[in-house]
Every structure is written in structure tokens, then in C-alpha cells.
């Protein structure tokens, strides 16, 4: 039987008087493996890999397992209960200044410990990202382990230039550590499809790692993109999406959705593809209130894509 | 006699309907000569900045005046309504997206027409900060314009080694405009002093330039450093300062502040100078509740300073 500690992170003393703890959860097995990090929440706003996290620990069978899991289910507290991107103390974007500085900004020190406490000890890492209050995202990132990220089993990969810099991808990366960032789910729609694909998931690339027992499933047929545009408005109001299907084909000039304004009743932007054949990675699937420089739409290129 | 014109910069709707407008101010001259801006409120929190150029559009006499003064009293309207560093909407902290992206979050769009806008058009660049809600500060940088960065008139002087990516200063420095960094006030203390200092400093540029008449007052006996260290807490609660002369020396191991719980009522951290010879630059002049990662102290060092 595989032993469960909670021995979470502990950062500092807020104002507040209450110690701000990262969430560490190690599961070890019965018999000898890797390290596989598991974490979610880096974005606050991305509560849907938070829950997958949670379920995945309720729900799947860890008998057999080999080696060590460990899990930071919510990796940025209090962004995560504020429903915010950054950390509400400083501002700051978690995600953007790691590998992070022992004497620096709240956030800097939190991507310090985070480091040293957790992404240091790892063989393998597991990111979950998705698509905050309200897009809805659908891809995995191929880093530097190809063969996983595809085990995932969403339909589109992305395999990017450059690795961002200040993520914690960009350590695990430098540490030749194994690492797959997801991006699923989020927006304002039912998210349990994307949690039970979530925790299939993570179970077929722990299947795969032989870290679990039990059949690996392949994955579908997938599509791998080496480039995709963010398409941010320039102003708010109310988006009205118009491209609702994720994964879906969209065309060059094809109407994404438009901003108009709830106030004046005038439409403000209209949002369109850029690609002659674009695919779609990041939408709205409901009306939402949006400010300028949101995340709107985000387009895979077709063209440029591996076959 | 000069004209005055207000011709604020459109960057977009917001989702509550108004307008996100940067004001800049263009005083044009009677006669030929540079064109000198001035900008304050890049950080919200930083209102000293701002304070200054209020004061000094109202008190000082532009007649005479050589060319034209751009000035942009609040570079982020909606960090400075909140008192709080970075911009609400999407936590991104202005000085360090510049140059900013016309299609990125809404900080990067606002730093991409702020430097269509306003910086590309100037000869001279002065920017205002000062030391925020809590702490004080006080010294200027020379980043290209030494002879303009003394006769701001402050004791203390800063010579980096480099300069920080996604600044203003960034932007100027590249397109050889001759820029000036400013740090001054801030803190739970008298402001007045500061704005004083901060209308006679800009006077004293304009004057040093030729492009307002009158005598140049010549600066105190100066010291320029070329080290300087942040001390921030690593624990949030009741900062208690024992350090409150501003420019004032400080030896190697010398407690600068203590942070308490006002809560266990023990002691958390004790801050101290880290260098033989130090001289502050920024602390707290008073109490002040604290979080983890914030500007605590900032003491530069004597030893490596120029003479």
C-alpha cells in the first residue's frame, strides 16, 4: 500500500498573522521508480486543474505504484482564492518569475521555495494549466518529452520555439527533468468533461511511465502546431463569441466574435481569424464580460503544422 | 506666452464602459528648443510623482519657455486609483512591459501608446517614482543625462551597471534620449518637503537645459553609488523601523527594522545592513503594517561608491 504525507511548504507570515503554506502532498510506493511532480493552480484563475488534482487523488486507485508522486494541488494560494491570474499581495505573475529569488517579491520567494521544495526533487513533471474565469483552452505542450505529453491524449499538441522565460517549465527544462504542460478546460461552462479527461490523463501518462499498473491507452489521432496567435481585444464590454466548438476549423477572415459595448450598443471590435486555415485552441464558449488584453481567442496554424 | 493644450491618449474601453485615457499635457514654447517630458504615476502607488507635476503645472511660471514640455501626470489612472503598484485589471506592472505590444494584455497596450504617444517625441525624459504607500525614498539615477540627473538636486545618486528590461528608461535610453530617473517620497510621513524638492528639482533641469529661464541653483556636494541591495521581509506583520534618517550612514550588522507579530507578539525578523559602509536610500520612517517581499530597506554601499 502506498503511504500518503501532507508536508506542505511553508513560505512566510502574512500580515494577515496566517502562514502562507504551499500544498505538498508525497505518495509513496511500494516498490522502487521515479519522482513524478504533479502541480496546478500557478494560475490562480485556473481553478479547473485544481479540481482535476483533487479528484485524480480521490478517485484513482494507487496500489502499485512505483516510485513517488508528489502533488501541489494549488501552487498559488491565495490567487487561487481570489480567482486571479497573479498573487493579490504583489501583483505579481507566479508564472513568469521563477526560478524565483529568496530575498525578493512575495511571489519571487514563493517560486524560490517552490524550487527548492518541490521541482528540484522530480524525475518527472505534470503542469495543469487551463483557461481562467472565462475562455475555455484544449492543448498540451510537447517539452522535452514528447511521448508523454501525447499520452495526455488531447487531440492538439503544441511544440513551441522557446520555452518562456520565468516558468517553471524553464527549470524543470534546465534540470532535464521531463515535463508536460496541459492547458484544459475553464470558461463558463460544465468543466466535468474536462476533468475526467484531466484525470485519464495524468493516469495514462503514470501508465506509460509504468509508474502504474494497467493498460496504456494510445492516444487519438493528434495534431501538433508550431505556431499559434493569441488574439487579445483592445476593448471591453461583452464578447460574443461566434466559433464555439473547440478544436474546430476556422477559416482566414472568419468572424471569431465581436466585443460591443452593453452600454451604447455599438459593437466595439470584431475579432478574426488570421490563418487561411486556422484550428481553435482557446475560445469563449459562452458570452462573457471582458476587459482589454484578455486572453479572447487563441488560433493554431494549419499550414505550418506537423502532419 | 505659452499654450497649453491637454490631449489625453485613447487606449480603449473598459468593460464598465469608460474610457482608459492617459493624460498628457503639451505646453508649447514662444520660442525654438527641445521637447522635455515629464511622466509620473508609472507606478499607482508611487503618488509623490504625482503630486510634484500637479504642483508644478500650478505654481511654476512657464513664461519664456523654450520649446515644449509633454506631460503625463498619471501613466496608469486605474494603479494610482487603487494605490497599488501594478494595474488592477491584469496585474501587470507598466515598467517592466515596456515597449509594450499593441496586441497583448491591457499594461502592454497601454505601454505600446505610451511610447507611440509620448516617449518617441521627446528630447529629454524625466520620470518621476517615489517609495509607495509605505516606504520612502531618495536618490536619482544617472541612466544617460549625468549632468541632468545632478542637478535634480538630491544627495544620493545611482549608476547602474545596467538598465532594467521593460522600462520607460529602457525605451528612451535606446532611442538616445537623454533620460532622468527620479525616486523621491513616499511613506506615511509629510509629503510637502518632497513636493518642494521635486518642483525645484524639475525647475533646475528646465533651467540646466536653458529651456526656462533663470539662474541654475548648482547641487549639493553629491555622492554617486554604484551598489545598492534591497532588503525585503520574509514575514509580513508590524515593521518597526530603527532607521529613520534618510541618507544617514549605517554600519556593517546594524538592526535597520524589526518585523513583529502584533498577533503572538514575537519577534519574526530582524533586518540588517549588509555592508560596512552603507548609507540609506529607502526605508520606513514609520511603523507600518508590512507584507512578505516588500520594499523594506534599501542601503547603498559606501565602500564602492565614486568619490
Redesign the interface.
Known amino acids: 500500500m502506498p503511504t500518503r504525507i501532507y508536508r506542505p511548504i511553508h513560505?512566510?507570515?502574512?500580515?494577515?498573522?496566517t502562514g502562507?503554506l504551499l500544498p505538498v502532498h508525497e505518495i509513496k510506493g511500494d516498490r522502487p521508480g521515479p519522482t513524478v511532480g504533479i502541480s496546478a493552480g500557478i494560475h490562480g484563475e485556473e481553478a479547473t486543474g485544481v479540481e482535476i488534482v483533487y479528484r485524480f487523488l480521490h478517485t484513482v486507485e494507487l496500489n502499485g505504484l512505483a516510485g513517488r508522486l508528489l502533488v501541489m494541488p494549488v501552487a498559488n494560494p491565495f490567487s487561487y482564492a481570489a480567482v486571479?491570474?497573479?498573487?493579490?499581495?504583489?501583483?505579481?505573475?507566479l508564472n513568469r518569475v521563477f526560478p524565483g529569488n529568496a530575498?525578493?517579491?512575495?511571489?519571487?520567494?514563493m517560486a524560490h521555495k517552490i524550487v527548492e521544495g518541490f521541482l528540484r526533487s522530480l524525475d518527472v513533471y505534470v503542469d495543469l494549466h487551463s483557461g481562467g474565469s472565462t475562455p475555455t483552452v484544449d492543448y498540451v505542450y510537447i517539452i522535452n518529452a514528447e511521448e508523454l505529453s501525447r499520452a495526455f491524449g488531447s487531440r492538439l499538441l503544441y511544440r513551441p520555439k522557446e520555452t518562456l522565460n520565468g516558468t517553471s517549465i524553464s527549470v524543470t527544462r534546465g534540470l532535464n527533468i521531463r515535463s508536460v504542460v496541459v492547458e484544459l478546460g475553464g470558461g463558463r461552462v460544465d468543466q466535468s468533461a474536462y476533468v475526467s479527461r484531466g484525470i485519464a490523463g495524468l493516469l495514462n501518462i503514470l501508465r506509460t511511465l509504468d509508474v502504474l499498473p494497467g493498460p496504456v491507452s494510445p492516444p487519438p489521432a493528434q495534431v501538433v502546431l508550431r505556431e499559434i496567435v493569441?488574439?487579445?481585444p483592445?476593448?471591453?464590454?461583452l464578447l460574443l463569441p461566434e466559433v464555439t466548438e473547440m478544436g474546430g476549423e476556422v477559416r482566414g477572415g472568419q468572424v471569431l466574435g465581436r466585443v460591443v459595448?452593453?452600454?451604447?450598443m455599438e459593437e466595439?471590435e470584431v475579432i478574426r481569424c488570421p490563418f487561411e486555415r486556422g484550428v481553435v485552441v482557446l475560445t469563449h464558449l459562452a458570452p462573457s464580460?471582458?476587459?482589454?488584453?484578455?486572453y479572447g481567442f487563441m488560433i493554431g496554424n494549419l499550414a505550418t503544422a506537423e502532419a
Open positions: 513560505v512566510g507570515t502574512l500580515a494577515s498573522g502562507l486571479s491570474r497573479g498573487t493579490p499581495i504583489d501583483m505579481m505573475n530575498g525578493g517579491h512575495l511571489t519571487e520567494q493569441t488574439l487579445r483592445h476593448h471591453g464590454g459595448s452593453p452600454y451604447s466595439l464580460v471582458v476587459e482589454p488584453g484578455i
